[in-house]
């Protein structure tokens, strides 16, 4: 070990052994809840335990209740973790490490420290004992560095990743070892809680840590934990109780009350506990660190771009095995409102800069919603988050060779639908993948007007999700499709906005069955992931299928609003992305008559009429309020959207902005394919809104258009800045 790296630890170690110290007190005192000051992610962990185990958190102390289910589970994730031997003419290495994927191996850079060891090592599967005592039958592969090699410092993320090479020995499949998928979603784990580990200590036969191992302290790359580990352990896979990874192990030291010698292969590092009296005084024996999997999950996203192709294909592979399983229709919406650390309700109502989730502690609380006459189960305790929630998915056990072969295709833009897939599908709209030939949208598309995205979302860069491959003139996080553009919330997985251009002079209708110009428009909802975005950033099929009950797949961008010149038709196909998709209530469409036909209208009344220029820029996006929006597992429903549209008409530039609200229909069910009663009224409020009204609302900046707001002195100034929109003239164009 170097010496720098030795220095790293006994910084770490020191830096937080009050944080550890307080942790261990809490647990010991039955106060473990409050160990871990993140209340966002405390309440996505929680919400995750509880609706995965059905087991309600431990009244006192740390909660050693778990579904029988932890057992087998274990089981099955146990497989994926070898024992790493490298023999050289100088030394002799044994470590542990884990699949990561069908094709990736993992493990520490100190136990494989290049692709000429990795060359070296064999990797021994099942290197355990059975129920008899007895040794079980051993599988041994070979690494393949030349198909993919990735390697983080010591003193960075310590991780060797690389790819299975062949068999050499044994009979044990792919499918049979298994893998532990990586993530970095936020609701794997909080301090105070127990930890699991899978390792080969000293060169022994699998042994597996588990409980009375406490999460302790975390820091930004780092978690660090109380259990036992040895030589041999670096490289170990660390489990919170669903058996999901959530860090890597490499070190491990003893503090001052071990009475055994330091462990220098996992990390010896003496007197590396600053609090090491505290340490004794609670009996702990060994302080351990290991590499969160989400630093290392977000370090490999971004070595993809300068990847060859065969290494990028089998890590993004990897990366997408994380993937949401369909939820169980007849899911029932909850209602999650924020509060302040002190339990009074936050002030905000919707989230603004600086007062949104983003920015703010939030704490739970229930509320039960009645839906269709139903009442539903009190909402699962979680607060409104400002990271994305995922829900826990199943360890795979797919298809796959018998013997290390190519990696799975990374995931297509545009693949070929089985009939009956995606609810009964039968007509489908081809998607051109060379996403390089789209115009996107342009700010300078109406005369006199420039309007630039990355300006527009400059207050809200922080939560923009990052693509994996961007134009080069391009905003920050901008996906160009055929005559609009949209840009993604990263903590949210919708859109946060969308900008669209409109030629007038050329708009034409696409027929939805054939995706050619026509004019009357027919359904055929097959939707699309863009391979530019990493598809843990959009809420996919899997929710809206689950979720059919209430929800349909909504465009931000209307499928009519791009379609014009000479790729109309792609203009179409482009608008059925998941990137534009939004949940809408399944009757949220039937009354928008002013919202729905506002573009028809400018153009007829506002343009046409005058004889002007024909372009027109449609800008809109959900609304998101933490207080009033209502959650579907781990999707917070925009309980509205705004519009604005923007042309250049008889008295110069004009801009309209307008806000729909869906929230008065979610109490209504739709049971299987029929529809309402005719005398069931539909109730969306459409209003008139000012453009600072919506820059208060969504946190963007949208100042260039302010000199223009048609809604000027109109509305009240006091009070409620929205006016209800019950006829066209409602509408002011001038």
């Known amino acids: 070990m170097r010496p720098g790296t030795i220095n790293d630890i006994l910084r770490r170690f020191a830096a937080t052994g009050s944080e550890r110290r307080h942790t261990r007190t809490l647990v010991a005192s039955g106060d473990w809840r409050r160990a871990d000051d993140d209340t966002t992610r405390c309440a996505a962990f929680d919400a995750r335990v509880k609706r995965e185990s059905g087991l309600a958190e ?9 579904p029988a289910a932890f057992l087998p589970e274990g089981a099955a994730a146990r497989r994926a973790v070898a024992r790493v031997v490298l023999q050289t003419p100088t030394a002799s290495i044994s470590g542990t490490g884990f699949l990561i994927s069908p094709t990736l191996f993992i493990t520490n850079q100190h136990v494989v420290a290049d692709a000429h060891a990795a060359g070296l090592a064999t990797l021994v599967f099942d290197d355990e004992l059975d129920e008899r005592g007895l040794p079980r039958p051993r599988t041994i592969f070979r690494l393949a560095p030349g198909r993919c090699a990735l390697f983080s410092d010591e003193q960075d993320l310590d991780y060797a990743l690389v790819a299975l090479g062949e068999r050499v020995q044994g009979d044990a499949t792919l499918v049979e070892l298994g893998y532990c998928p990586i993530s970095f979603t936020p609701d794997r784990h909080r301090k105070g809680m127990s930890v699991n580990i899978i390792q080969h200590p000293e060169g022994m036969p699998k042994t597996i ?3 009375n191992n406490l999460l302790t302290a975390r820091t930004d790359t780092r978690l660090l934990y109380e259990t036992d580990t040895d030589f041999g352990s670096s490289g170990a896979p660390v489990y919170n109780d669903q058996w999901d990874v959530i860090a890597l192990h490499h070190y491990g030291a003893p503090s001052a009350s071990a009475q055994r010698a330091p462990a220098a292969g996992d990390a010896q590092v003496p007197n590396a506990n600053a609090d090491a009296d505290a340490d004794a005084d609670l009996g702990v024996a ?13 370090d490999l996203q971004s070595r993809l771009p300068g990847l060859d192709a065969a290494a990028a294909a089998l890590v993004r592979d990897a990366l997408d095995r994380w993937v949401d399983p369909s939820p169980a229709a007849g899911r029932q919406l909850e209602h999650r409102a924020p509060t302040t650390a002190s339990g009074e309700a936050r002030v905000a109502a919707s989230e603004t800069p600086g007062a949104g989730p983003d920015s703010a502690l939030a704490l739970p609380l229930s509320v039960t919603v009645t839906l269709g006459g139903t009442a539903m ?3 699962t305790p979680a607060a409104a ?3 994305a929630l995922m829900p826990a998915f199943p360890r795979a056990t797919e298809t796959a060779p018998a013997q290390a072969g190519p990696a799975s295709a990374p995931r297509p833009a545009a693949r070929t639908l089985k009939h009956g897939e995606y609810g009964g599908l039968r007509e489908r709209i081809g998607i051109d993948t060379d996403y390089g030939n789209r115009n996107g949208f342009s700010g300078r598309f109406i005369p006199g007007l420039k309007l630039d995205l990355g300006k527009i979302a400059a207050p809200r860069k922080s939560i923009l999700a990052p693509l994996q491959e961007s134009a080069a003139d391009g905003a920050p996080g901008e996906l160009r499709y055929q005559n609009f553009s949209v840009l993604v919330h990263k903590t949210r997985r919708l859109a946060l906005f969308t900008a669209t251009n409109i030629d007038g002079a050329s708009w034409l209708a696409i027929d939805r069955k054939t995706g050619q110009p026509a004019t009357v428009p027919t359904e055929g909802d097959a939707w699309y992931d863009d391979p530019r975005i990493h598809p843990s950033y959009t809420v996919g099929q899997a929710f809206y299928s689950g979720w059919s009950h209430l929800f349909d797949r909504g465009h931000l961008t209307r499928r ?5 010149g000479k790729f109309a038709a792609r203009a179409n196909a482009d608008t059925f992305h998941f990137t534009n998709c939004t949940p809408q209530h399944w009757q949220f469409n039937e009354s928008l008559e ?3 036909g506002i573009e028809r209208y400018v153009l007829e009344k506002g343009i046409f009429d005058s004889g002007r220029d024909k372009p027109v820029t449609v800008l809109q996006g959900p609304v998101f309020d933490d207080i009033n929006d209502l959650w579907a597992d781990d999707v917070q429903v925009p309980s509205a959207f705004w519009k604005i549209v923007v042309w250049k008409g008889a008295g110069g530039l004009k801009a309209v902005a307008m806000i729909a609200d869906q929230s008065a229909l979610f109490s209504r069910q739709r049971h299987g394919s029929a529809p309402a009663p005719k005398d069931t009224p539909v109730d969306v409020l459409q209003w008139r809104a000012s453009i600072p009204t919506i820059e208060s609302r969504t946190g963007l900046d949208l100042g260039p258009l302010r000199a223009y707001d048609t809604a000027g002195a109109d509305l009240p100034v006091v009070g409620e800045v929205l006016m209800p929109i019950t006829r066209w003239e409602d509408i002011p164009l001038e």
């Open 385 to 387: 988050s400002a990271v």
């Open 377 to 379: 189960a009190s909402a």
């Open 209 to 211: 840590a588990i409980r």
């Open 594 to 596: 002013y919202w729905q």
């Open 560 to 564: 009519e609003d791009p379609t014009w």
């Open 286 to 298: 060994q302080v351990n660190e290991g590499i969160r999997i989400s630093s290392i999950y977000q």
């Open 58 to 66: 431990a009244v006192r102390g740390t909660n050693d209740f778990q």
